[in-house]
């Protein structure tokens, strides 16, 4: 009777645990779909409380969402904390690592920025948009040769660009390479004929 009782308790026990399981991989489908509901009516709280029902360190998927829930409450430290959450269980994603530079840009930790995207660079060297804001920080870093590197392989990527163009003329012109930057801006007149920026520094080349 002793042990019927105790086979009894065993597989009414086992029975609760797969139970419980199952319903626990099905609660994050849910609690995803409750969090993007709640985002979309502007309750961001609420839409955290969702996932955190459910949170796994080990969840990409989860630590990347509260990094943009938290990074849309401007809560820029806790945004940091889940995307680098996210980009310790998958190196190699970029979607983590640009959503990482979100609250370090804002917090204007423009090393760690910087440190972003040249991990990028090393998964994606062709990834023309990190490529431009690396330049960016190099040119507004006065370090215009290394931003010039950078500018170029975007230049060579997408050649009939406006912002890529005169911000490469500009450089240039920094870089006191005249037949260069006298070319890109009046590549820049080929998109806007009036564009200020161009006709100026054609006026200072002169």
């Keep these: 009777m002793i042990k019927n009782i105790f086979k009894l308790f065993s597989l009414i026990s086992i029975f609760?645990?797969?139970?419980?399981?199952?319903?626990?991989?099905?609660s994050i489908?849910?609690?995803?779909?409750?969090?993007y509901l709640n985002e979309g009516n502007k309750e961001y709280t609420k839409a955290i409380t969702d996932l955190m029902q459910v949170y796994d360190s080990k969840s990409y998927e989860i630590n990347v969402r509260l990094g943009w829930l938290y990074y849309y409450m401007a809560s820029y430290e806790e945004s940091q904390k889940y995307y680098t959450l996210?980009?310790?269980?998958?190196?190699?994603?970029?979607?983590?690592?640009?959503?990482?530079?979100?609250?370090a840009s804002a917090l204007a930790f423009w090393?760690?920025?910087?440190?972003?995207?040249?991990?990028?660079?090393?998964?994606d060297d062709k990834n023309s948009t990190v490529n431009y804001f690396v330049g960016l920080i190099y040119f507004n870093k006065n370090d215009f040769s290394s931003?010039?590197?950078?500018?170029?392989?975007?230049?060579?990527?997408?050649?009939?660009?406006?912002?890529?163009?005169?911000?490469?003329?500009?450089?240039?012109?920094?870089?006191?390479?005249s037949k260069e930057a006298k070319e890109y801006f009046n590549k820049a007149l080929i998109f806007y004929p009036n564009d200020e920026t161009a006709l100026e520094g054609l006026k200072n080349l002169e």
């Design 29 to 35: 489908p849910q609690a995803f779909a409750n969090s």
């Design 86 to 103: 996210a980009i310790q269980l998958k190196p190699s994603s970029i979607e983590s690592r640009l959503g990482y530079v979100l609250p």
């Design 147 to 177: 931003a010039e590197k950078y500018f170029e392989k975007v230049y060579s990527l997408y050649p009939f660009n406006y912002d890529t163009v005169i911000i490469l003329a500009l450089t240039e012109e920094k870089l006191k390479k």
């Design 16 to 26: 609760t645990f797969y139970t419980s399981s199952a319903q626990n991989k099905l």
């Design 111 to 123: 090393d760690k920025v910087l440190e972003q995207y040249l991990e990028i660079l090393k998964i």
